[in-house]
């Protein structure tokens, strides 16, 4: 039995590889692109370390060419979600009683397994089956869901190392148990890291996890599952299903032991799953932990002092990096009437410069987006803006989806405030922008602050320190990570802990001490050394006059 303090190892950033032409990174990376589009996976569910294959199997398609097939998985039903339920609650009781220091070890060797063996697959993978390019994967894909494992395992020593005092005559302690039930982690399929974190952050704190990614994500997906197991995560503490949305919900929402969700995606998915739950309350061992981060209408502020070209950088990288299909991506912009022009003159020469296509060509900076449902999507509001009187198009406004779901990045300008673009979350390369009157700078934040539902991020670009002083007060609720003088994208962990409010989830911060502590359900525990064996406090004794009075007959 172990007797000891341990301390982690502190935590650091992993570094982001660069991929430059010639560069033994680039080299491995796209000999392991040629080797898995060479493959077509069979890919099966994994429950209570069981491969589980029905025979109902889907294709995986890159979005940047749908007529190659990379594999197919397969679907599961009702039936196999309550196969994983029971796995999960089978491996609950030995996963949870597991001294934390070896729970520690497990997602530690993860993050190296991520950095060296599984890095260039991972990488891979998210490039073929997301259509993100070198770049975009590396950063997500592999350092994010490193730092993830790194960190949370720092954050879970810190959370366990924070005690109560004690008074004299006592020893106070607080343990933190893991809930009682099973974590449904719900994932999206725009970041790898989030797929991997979702289910790990709960996993790590003694819980055990029914894990369902988005469909578009499953390929990826797959890797991930396959670095748990290499890692040493027991059979049934994480089991992986591919089942529709809503099957999944009804045997998940209903279940007694349900003990909490770990959500990213819509939001108005989010609510219905809220609402679910709240009508199913009676039915549960406990009240659920609700943890979710949905969309976001980020924006971009400029001050009539801001520099012009640093707020075009913003606009390039923070609305098209990985085609604006990013939670924090900017989709609205307000420049002030002096400088308009010239940023947005710097944003079309940026934008005409980019390439767009197939994620194994390293020169292209735009490859697709992610399904046939948001290219159609896309289309439709960019066709909009081409017939709308409040609205034009400056750049791109282009789509084609016979090879693959390409949507040109576009810039829409719109003499509207309230135009619907800058208020509709899209989750594509569109931005727009509304231009204001350079001495309306503090009405148009109350304009940004009450524009959108959703409070996710945002960026405010000034050199003027009483600007960046009024926005920061001004939209002190209008975006959960905010940025000075920056693109509203690419929060690190341990750096920028990430999550927003309002229509934008529940905020509670990934990549923080904070997301940790709700996976966690706390016991105090209070021993005394000398027990009192008189019922009798001090204050029920008399004084000695009542005494004396006593005695006298008085």
């Known amino acids: 039995m172990a007797n000891a303090f341990f301390n982690v190892p502190t935590p650091i950033n992993e570094p982001v590889k660069g991929y430059a032409p010639n560069s033994p990174e680039r080299i491995e990376l796209l000999k392991m692109l040629k080797e898995l589009k060479q493959q077509e996976r069979d890919i099966p569910m994994h429950i209570g370390g069981q491969e589980v294959r029905t025979g109902k199997t889907l294709p995986i ?13 397969h679907e599961g039903d009702a039936s196999h979600v309550q196969q994983a339920i029971d796995a999960a609650l089978a491996a609950r009781e030995q996963w949870a009683a597991l001294p934390w220091e070896q729970r520690a070890a497990i997602f530690l060797k993860a993050s190296d397994l991520l950095a060296g063996p599984y890095r260039a697959r991972i990488n891979a993978a998210t490039m ?6 070198a770049f975009q ?44 039930g099973f974590v449904f982690a719900l994932t999206p399929f725009n970041f790898t890291s989030i797929a991997g974190n979702l289910p790990t952050s709960a996993a790590m704190m003694g819980n055990v996890v029914v894990w369902k990614p988005a ?15 290499e890692a040493g995560v027991p059979d049934g503490v994480i089991n992986l299903i591919y089942v529709d949305g809503p099957v999944a919900g009804n045997v998940i929402f ?39 981060e949905t969309g976001g209408k980020d924006f971009i502020v400029a001050h009539p002092s801001a520099h012009a070209k640093a707020v075009a ?19 609205r912009v307000y420049l002030p009437s002096n400088l308009a022009d010239e940023i947005l003159g710097y944003v079309k020469e940026d934008l005409a410069s980019f390439k767009m296509g197939d994620v194994e060509d390293f020169s292209n900076f735009i490859n697709a987006v992610i399904s046939e449902v948001s290219f159609d999507k896309l289309a439709k509001y960019i066709d909009g803006a081409k017939a709308d009187a409040d609205a034009e198009i400056v750049a791109g406004g282009g789509y084609d989806k016979s090879k693959g779901y390409f949507v040109e990045p ?9 135009y619907v673009t800058m208020r509709t979350e899209l989750f594509g390369p569109v931005v727009t922008v509304y231009v204001y009157d350079a001495d309306q700078f503090e009405q148009t934040l109350e304009l940004v602050d009450s524009t959108s539902p959703y409070a996710l991020t945002g960026a405010i670009f000034s050199q003027d320190r009483y600007a960046i002083d009024l926005a920061s007060k001004k939209l002190v609720n209008a975006a959960g990570n905010f940025y000075i003088n920056d693109k509203p994208t690419g929060a690190v962990v341990g750096q920028q802990p990430f999550g927003g409010a309002r229509a934008s989830g529940t905020n509670d911060k990934a990549g923080s001490i904070l997301n940790l502590l709700r996976w966690v359900s706390p016991r105090a525990i209070k021993e005394t050394f000398v027990p009192v ?15 004396l009075n006593r005695d006298k007959g008085l």
């Open 215 to 229: 469909y578009t994500q499953i390929y990826s997906a797959q890797v991930l599952m396959e670095l748990f197991k």
């Open 137 to 180: 994967a590396e950063i997500d894909a592999a350092c994010e869901l490193i730092d993830f494992f790194r960190f949370n395992v720092h954050y879970m020593q810190e959370l366990y190392r924070q005690q109560p005092e004690s008074a004299p005559g006592m020893w106070n302690r607080l343990e933190h148990r893991s809930l009682e």
């Open 128 to 133: 073929l089956g997301q259509s993100k390019n």
């Open 533 to 547: 064996t008189d019922y009798r406090y001090p204050f029920l004794g008399s004084e000695p006059q009542e005494d």
């Open 313 to 331: 950088t913003a606009i390039t990288r923070g609305a098209f990096e990985y085609q604006g299909q990013k939670c924090s991506a900017a989709s």
């Open 61 to 73: 398609n890159p979005p940047h060419d749908h007529q190659h097939t990379l594999g197919f998985f």
């Open 254 to 292: 209903n279940h007694r032991d349900f003990a909490g969700i770990h959500f990213t995606g819509s939001t108005g998915v989010f609510q219905t799953i809220w609402k679910t739950i709240g009508e199913n309350i009676p039915k549960y061992r406990s009240f659920p932990r609700i943890v979710g």
């Open 410 to 418: 576009t810039v829409i300008v719109t003499k509207d405030p309230q």
